[in-house]
């Protein structure tokens, strides 16, 4: 009887785990839409495993960065958040199967702020001139 009743409380915290983490980034990606992107793609998740010497103790602690792609006048930009935190930052640039990061990481931009970025004079990875297009949505 004891083994049904662990086999049960760890497959309901199992399931609120991943309910939790796939609520989040349902959260970002509707985050995004308010933003104007139309079209997100779909969210994924990478963990992050961090440890810290503390006295004799060492503290280990996990970070989940959601990670959305989301596609702009021709370019294939990721925008990232923590989860559970607010704001996000645009992350990367995927190109010719390359993922180079998008220099000073530009926080909570919406798609008009994310159009101007794209057309200013500002640093831009490599691979960028062969993505943008202009005259594209």
């Known amino acids: 009887m004891k083994r049904r009743v662990i ?7 199992c399931t609120a785990g991943l309910t939790a983490c796939t609520n ?6 509707s985050e995004l839409k308010a933003a104007g992107f139309t079209n997100p793609g ?8 961090k440890s810290k010497k503390v006295g004799k103790r060492t503290v280990k602690s996990s970070e989940k960065t ?16 923590i989860s559970g935190q607010s704001g996000y930052w645009l992350d990367e ?3 010719n199967g390359q993922e180079p990061e998008w220099p000073n990481y530009p926080e909570n931009l919406n798609r008009e ?5 794209l057309a200013g004079s500002s640093t831009k990875p ?4 062969s993505c943008y297009k ?3 949505a």
């Open 93 to 95: 640039l995927h190109v």
């Open 126 to 129: 490599d691979g960028f001139t």
């Open 113 to 117: 702020q994310t159009i101007a970025l």
């Open 134 to 136: 202009p005259n594209e």
């Open 66 to 81: 959601i990670e959305v792609v989301v596609r702009v006048k021709g370019c294939d930009l990721e925008f990232a958040k």
């Open 24 to 29: 989040n980034e349902d959260k970002f990606v």
């Open 42 to 49: 779909e969210p994924s998740t990478e963990k992050e495993k």
């Open 7 to 13: 086999s049960l409380l760890l497959a309901l915290g």
